[in-house]
């Protein structure tokens, strides 16, 4: 209705963020900057942070619509309460087995996968 309303040619408000809508502030611009320093250098990891409702999702997306297909991003979006849990996730954002692992296997399965990837 209100797309309609206010002449929108698409709805600018959705379940999942658009990266098409975003405005990128003074603060976005330099956090974007900061993400693509870290992967031009291959800094390993980068996090951003911020408040809900902050553009850090939207800022991300932007991100990985911008970036060549060749660098490989592992994107976890949710907060977890344990390691291994955040170990977990980590496996599964970058397709590691992870079934039946305990931590320290899931670290060392990690560790593997990092060294193997930027030898």
Known sequence: M???FYGFREKPFS??????????SGKHRMALTLLEYGLMNQAGFTVISGGIGTGK???IRKLLNDIEPTIRVGLISNTH???GDLLQWIALAYDLPH???????????FMDFIIQEYA
């Open 99 to 109: 079934q039946g692992k305990d931590k320290v296997q899931l670290y060392q399965d």
């Open 2 to 4: 209100y797309q309609k």
């Open 81 to 83: 309460q344990t390691f």
């Open 57 to 59: 999702t939207t800022l």
């Open 15 to 24: 379940l999942l963020p658009d990266s098409g809508f975003l405005y990128l």
